[in-house]
């Protein structure tokens, strides 16, 4: 594997704890995480959580957000396409 795609990574029902922290650090390739600005509210969080770690991940590791997105992406499948196609073509 060359690259790790997220979209929601950590992603849980509506109010449903997390049981385990994603293993973030764990990656060994460059990871693209996607999370839209309306997700359910453990993602923004998880998204700080993931921030912090950037730096630490394989070069070219970014997080992207996409405004006015919920979890499944309704409405913004173009906006999601265009940051993952855009993502492979310089990963």
């Known amino acids: 594997m060359d690259a790790c795609i997220?979209?929601?990574?950590?992603?849980?029902?509506?109010?449903?704890?997390?049981r385990m922290p994603y293993p973030f650090?764990?990656?060994?390739?460059?990871?693209l995480d996607s999370v839209?600005?309306?997700?359910y509210p453990a993602?923004?969080?998880q998204a700080k959580a993931l921030d912090a770690l950037l730096?630490?991940?394989?070069?070219?590791?970014?997080?992207?957000?996409?405004?006015?997105a919920g979890h499944y992406f309704?409405?913004?499948?173009d906006?999601?396409?265009?940051?993952i196609i855009d993502w492979l073509e310089k990963t």
């Open 79 to 83: 906006a999601l396409v265009e940051v």
């Open 25 to 31: 650090t764990q990656i060994s390739v460059p990871l």
């Open 43 to 45: 993602l923004p969080r």
């Open 55 to 68: 730096d630490g991940l394989p070069p070219g590791s970014v997080q992207f957000r996409i405004e006015g």
């Open 6 to 18: 997220g979209i929601g990574i950590s992603a849980t029902d509506d109010r449903q704890p997390m």
């Open 74 to 77: 309704d409405d913004q499948y």
């Open 36 to 39: 839209g600005s309306e997700d």
